[in-house]
């Protein structure tokens, strides 16, 4: 199945992706956080939703 059809009707920005021997349907999240262990409050600092079929390295690529 080629990860660019459109899994749902409902939905055409999801996709199909195979990653780490798993598959996976439907849409990607990244989340970027304040990560430190002396802080008493983390905040996340970035939500990006993307198609599922998006390398992780491009997501990134253009959230810096």
């Given at each position: 199945?080629?990860?660019?059809?459109?899994?749902?009707?409902?939905?055409?920005?999801?996709?199909?992706?195979?990653?780490?021997?798993?598959?996976?349907?439907?849409?990607?999240?990244?989340?970027?956080?304040?990560?430190?262990?002396?802080?008493r409050l983390n905040l996340l600092t970035?939500?990006?939703?993307?198609?599922?079929?998006?390398?992780?390295?491009?997501?990134?690529?253009?959230?810096?």
């Open positions: 199945m080629s990860t660019g059809l459109i899994q749902s009707p409902d939905d055409i920005e999801a996709a199909y992706r195979n990653k780490n021997r798993k598959s996976s349907k439907g849409q990607t999240i990244n989340i970027t956080d304040t990560v430190n262990p002396d802080n970035d939500v990006s939703v993307q198609k599922n079929n998006i390398d992780d390295s491009k997501v990134l690529e253009t959230r810096i």
